[in-house]
């Protein structure tokens, strides 16, 4: 007898451990683990992954395998490891480990369905209704009611009815109707074998056995190309001569675009000696982790593609994660310029179906390298021989959701495993990073100049206190105006940037100071122009805009803040002659816009590329000679201990943009803070004076890199319920614990309520404490229970980034 040990999916009891299923005779050998199958538990058929394929079990009766789902493993036996020490790492379920290192396609949610193992007849009326003639009714509509449950549950009880899961695959493979010619018929003279009359016939056989004797054609285009018909090609295949096939077509995003082969470049001197090491990490299969520091423009990019170029050569694969707003087409054309279709690309915006194309071309070896967001770092590459993060210090490299990973740290893992060197690329690293490189825990690579020399850019600080005692009350400083002004008088161009955080416009009543929040949310409600409408950025809660104050009854309620679409406006009223792009969520959030507007951008089509977050990375534009950051502040007064890091690294970004190639750059920062050092620092280029400042900071207060942190949220629909099972978490941590570990807190967490669920958090400081990962796995284990039924909501966070 075989057994496998089954990881199966049910995020409730005890279901870390692999439960024990034999594996039936006809399915032995076939088998592997790293397959998904169907396996019984309980009354239920669920999915689960192979763990281990073992001889023999503890158990006396174990139930078989009902059926396999991959004719492959989804899963390499890297990664099922991974998975495991994933779940250690951040405290999750291994399922939940397992299942986000596969494509969101195959991931497939089951549908529950209610199968009649009896006659009608014979069950309780209220479930005669429910069946009403029918063999099997969908679970999500039978009515929401206890009785009906309670029959059900004796019905099955009783084998009257049985539970059953579809589990689809969300995903069609796209298959296209090939034809290939049947060999036995090459050089044959088709006349003697189908007659003189068939003309048609002898034409579209002819073409394929002098043209594509071996080759699958496309139904359509043998069609179009011979003007034949389909009952042409019909009768061949009837007949044999012909053979039609399935051929499996990939969804490939970029099929229809030509990329320009890269030139390659003569790399610099300081390229050179930052490239050396690196290269020689791959050519001895070192597992060194770089940490490659280069002011904005100073060729991080040629380094990747270097190291890339060394490792095809070795025969070895690559993975290059950037953040998602940065993957843009210019970014992706100087990967697959330099190596054609050696690249996959791994985008969010692809569709479920795409993903799942781009991940099966490195599945199968077809590609090999993968250029990606941060689930690109799970891309199953076997002999991986260089991980590349860019812009390491990016926010979204971290999972704000179960499994809650950060790409630096799997990344780091992969290439131990692997035997093979990580790069983390940045202008601005974080300062975690920073510390472990001068602690030499990372090897530090520094590219100090932009290349060829070219001058930083020139950052100006504009007072807006000052500005508003002058009178202006715009959102332009009369600085930043004239310099615009400039750029349009030279042909140049700009882009200004507004911090989406902060700058969301709400609405407030002027005669009572009335706020709109919503209803579900601790949070104020977001102001959408296009729709008129207020909108709950955590739940998605929408109301129309309020035209009388609900507390006072008075008219004056009116939104506030600006958005990008009032500077436009206002934008357009100063500059009429500008042409101006508008880059944010609204405009964005069509497929290929994104694309569409940069490109427009990169043609001259328009002076001035006005956006959020979105264009503060990655562009690299000639003619831009102004940066300019409409308000510096917005970030910077946060309840985030990253706050500073943050707006000084944005700042860094956004300034960077400015002057890359041979137009002198310049930048214009509108403040109300300009003595603040994240502002001073950025105004000078000072990383390693930043760094140092906030390194003080942080000491000072005891966070990262420091002290290391762990949240834990609990949420529930009752407050007094979240008071109490926080404060007896906190005190359990608290006695738990070494005296040196802090933990702070229960406090409300700073978003107190969340789809009308009440949060309090704690908060763990710790520099050493071994035990922390399973004290804090008895937590949840502890509520598991309570949060499969009870709504309660605890979420354990090893890492956290995001403090709002
Ligand atoms: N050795 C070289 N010779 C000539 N041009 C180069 C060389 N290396 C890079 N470049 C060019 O310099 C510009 C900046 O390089 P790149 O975009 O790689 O910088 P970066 O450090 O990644 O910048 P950022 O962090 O601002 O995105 C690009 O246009 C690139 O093509
Ligand atoms: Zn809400
Ligand atoms: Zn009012």
């Not at 059900?152 to 796209?174: F, G, N, R, S």
């Not at 002011?295 to 690559?318: D, F, P």
């Not at 922390?772 to 598991?784: G, H, M, W």
Request: hydrophobic share 35%.
């Amino acid at each position: 007898m075989m057994y496998a040990k089954v990881i199966v999916d049910v995020t409730a009891g005890q279901t870390n451990k692999a439960f024990d299923y034999r594996i039936p005779e006809e399915l032995i050998d076939l088998i592997l683990p790293g397959m998904r199958v169907i396996v019984p538990f309980g009354p239920r058929k669920i999915q689960g992954f192979i763990w281990e394929i073992t001889e023999n079990t503890e158990l006396d009766r174990v139930k078989p395998i009902s059926e396999m789902l991959d004719p492959y493993p989804v899963l390499t036996n890297e990664m099922l490891q991974l998975g495991q020490w994933l779940a250690e790492e951040t405290v999750c379920f291994l399922i939940t480990a397992l299942q986000s290192m596969i494509p969101s396609a195959i991931r497939a949610k089951p549908k529950k369905i209610l199968k009649l193992s009896t006659e009608e007849q014979y069950l309780p009326a209220s479930l005669q209704a429910v069946f009403a003639g029918k063999s099997s009714v969908d679970w999500n509509t039978i009515p929401n009611e206890k009785e009906i449950f309670s029959s059900i549950k004796q019905a099955v009880e009783k084998e009257e009815i049985e539970v059953d899961y579809l589990v689809k695959d969300k995903t069609k493979k796209k298959t296209i109707q090939s034809i290939r010619m049947n060999p036995q018929y090459r050089g044959v003279r088709f006349a003697d074998i189908l007659g003189n009359r068939a003309k048609k016939q002898i034409a579209v056989m002819e073409w394929f056995d002098t043209r594509y004797p071996d080759e699958k054609i496309p139904i359509k285009e043998v069609i179009d190309t011979l003007q034949t018909s389909k009952h042409t090609m019909q009768q061949l295949i009837t007949k044999e001569m012909l053979f039609l096939e399935e051929l499996e077509e990939y969804r490939d995003p970029y099929s229809d675009r030509f990329f320009e082969p890269d030139p390659r470049p003569e790399l610099t001197g300081q390229q050179k000696h930052v490239l050396a090491p690196v290269r020689t990490a791959v050519d001895h299969n070192q597992d060194t982790t770089f940490l490659l520091r280069g002011v904005t423009g100073s060729g991080k990019t040629e380094i990747y593609l270097r190291a890339i170029e060394k490792v095809l050569e070795k025969g070895e694969e690559a993975i290059v994660l950037v953040p998602e707003i940065s993957l843009t087409p210019q970014m992706v054309e100087r990967f697959k310029g330099r190596f054609g279709s050696k690249v996959a690309v791994l985008h969010s915006a692809l569709s479920a179906g795409e993903k799942y194309d781009e991940w099966r071309k490195i599945h199968r070896k077809e590609v090999q390298v993968a250029v990606g967001a941060r689930s690109a770092v799970f891309a199953p590459f076997e002999k991986l021989g260089l991980i590349i993060i860019d812009e390491e210090h990016e926010g979204s490299y971290k999972q704000e959701d179960h499994p809650r990973y950060h790409a630096r740290h799997i990344a780091i893992w992969r290439g131990s495993y692997h035997k093979c060197p990580v790069i983390l690329g940045s202008a601005t690293p974080s300062l975690e990073s920073y510390a472990r490189a001068k602690r030499g825990v990372y090897e530090l690579l520094e590219l100090k100049e932009r290349v060829n020399n070219i001058a930083m850019p020139e950052v100006n600080i504009v007072d807006m206190r000052k500005e508003l005692r002058k009178g202006n009350r715009s959102a332009f400083s009369e600085l930043l105006l004239q310099k615009l002004k400039d750029r349009l008088d030279r042909n140049e161009q700009a882009v200004l940037f507004l911090n989406r955080r902060g700058y969301s416009t709400f609405v407030m009543c002027r005669n009572c100071g009335y706020t709109a929040e919503c209803p579900h949310c601790e949070i104020t409600l977001t102001y959408h122009h296009t729709q008129r409408k207020l909108k709950c950025h955590y739940c998605g809660y929408e109301e129309p805009m309020l035209t009388t104050c609900p507390a006072c009854e008075s008219e004056h309620i009116r939104f506030f803040g600006t958005g990008t679409q009032k500077v436009e406006e206002e934008l357009t009223k100063l500059l009429p002659e500008a042409r101006v792009i508008r880059m944010d969520v609204d405009t964005t959030s069509k497929k290929g816009s994104h694309e569409k507007l940069l490109q427009a951008f990169g043609n001259g089509e328009a002076d001035i590329l006005l956006g959020t977050q979105m264009i503060a990375k990655g562009l690299d534009f000639p003619r831009i000679t102004l940066a300019g950051v409409l308000a510096a502040d917005t970030m910077l007064h946060l309840p985030d201990f990253r706050a500073s890091e943050r707006t000084f690294q944005l700042l860094t970004q956004v300034s960077g943009r400015a002057g890359r190639d041979k137009l002198t750059g310049e930048v214009v920062i509108q403040t109300y803070t300009p003595d603040h050092y994240s502002i001073e620092h950025a105004k000078t280029h000072d990383y390693e004076a930043f760094s140092l400042e906030e390194m003080g900071h942080r000491k000072r207060s005891g966070y990262p890199p420091y002290y290391y942190l762990a949240l834990v949220t609990i949420a529930h629909e009752d407050v007094v319920k979240v008071m109490q099972t926080a404060e007896k978490i906190a005190s359990f941590l608290r006695s738990s614990f070494s005296p040196q570990t802090k933990v702070l807190g229960p406090t409300v967490s700073p978003i107190a309520r969340i789809k009308d669920r009440y949060r309090y958090q704690c908060m763990i400081k710790y520099r050493n404490e071994p035990d922390l990962k399973s004290i804090l796995n008895k937590i949840a284990n502890r509520y598991q229970k309570e949060m499969a039924t009870d709504k309660l909501f605890i979420s354990i966070d090893m890492n956290p980034q995001m403090f709002m």
